[in-house]
């Protein structure tokens, strides 16, 4: 058992979707700087889909594997561009006074990631990039053409884990972040890679395999304490959601559709003609595609629309810090950071009634989101979980 009064904290963000052999050697090298906090996404996850076990599930499996404490990033974060899936994410560690993030990255190069963002915070980069975005690129396209031009490695933007570091590094200068960044090499098959002989295989095959009832196969790269938290009943599939999505879409009016996160191009018109016609939900996405929005972006923006996220939190911090569950140094650190901590904590459902209008707000499309959520699962849960579940507790 680590320490409890080891007051040094090293940060992970994570969707643990699902915990595998990868997340847990990542971990294990993040405890080895100190107590491990956990910023965990909420249900809804930021490829646009539903995470594929509930969020506290994955937090006790994050508890069970290194974890000392683990946040929620809310919703309105967690199903976003990798910018603000980013800043809500570091923002949460910096409440918290995390000194150390720890991420996995393909590059495995904390200089290559560092120097990287400040090309991006650059003028002439911000120059290039709107050259590339006016010539009808996706932002992805435009980003990396303009990265080149202004000297960033060969090969950093193009890899999904070295993005996301980039982007964490970005994030803690935009808010004034102290913080050290420190990256292992991602190890095993890369980011959605569909390879299954690999010592680590990515979450994307792992899920798959699941829904398509292969525990057997999942076992030999998920931990054995993580298998026994889940069942067939538990694995979510957004398919479920076929009638239910496009159902709520047609009540929305193109206004509530104008204010979606993350919209341009006028691309509110193009879905609130596609809501029309679609009756499920991957021809709603196909009706939908554009050169200049990838897959990813359409299903947020389709989801944000079928939950109710508006751009009000759009790249601006979360204004409240869930915490999801915690082990004994946890526990001792959240008690002792507490006093200093600039968002208010909830912890239990009394906490909730004293949050302010507009974090209030937040709060209620993460009780929103969890409850439609609730309807993906083989065997639909009860609404009203967030205000009645408890803070899972471990000993490890």
Known sequence: MKRC???????VIAEFNPLHSGHRYLLNEAAKHGTVVCAL???FVQRGDTALLEKRIRAK???QNGADLVLELPVCWS???AQNFALGGISLLDYLGCDTVMFGSECGNADELYKTAD????DRFGKELSSFTEQGMTFAAARESAAKLCGVPDGILNCPNNTLGVEYIAAAKRIGADMEFKTVTRIGASHDSDETENEHLSASVLRERLKCGDFEFASRFIP??????FGPEDLSDIHRLDRAVPAVLRTKSESELQALPDLSEGIENKLFSAIRLATDLDGLYNMIKTKRYTLARIRRLVLSAF???DNSCFMKKPPY??????TPAGEALLKERSQNCPVPIIARAADIKRLDTSAFKVFETEGRATDLYALSLKKPLECGLEYTSKIIKTEC
Do not use: K, P, Q, Y
Request: charged share 10%.
């Open 61 to 63: 499996a994050a508890l």
């Open 224 to 229: 054995e304490n993580v298998m026994a938290l």
């Open 79 to 81: 199903m976003s561009t």
């Open 41 to 43: 996404s909420g249900n």
């Open 5 to 11: 009064d080891d007051l040094s904290c090293v940060g």
């Open 119 to 122: 090309i991006l915070a650059s």
């Open 307 to 309: 939950i109710g996220i």
């Open 321 to 326: 810090l869930r915490v999801l569950g915690f």
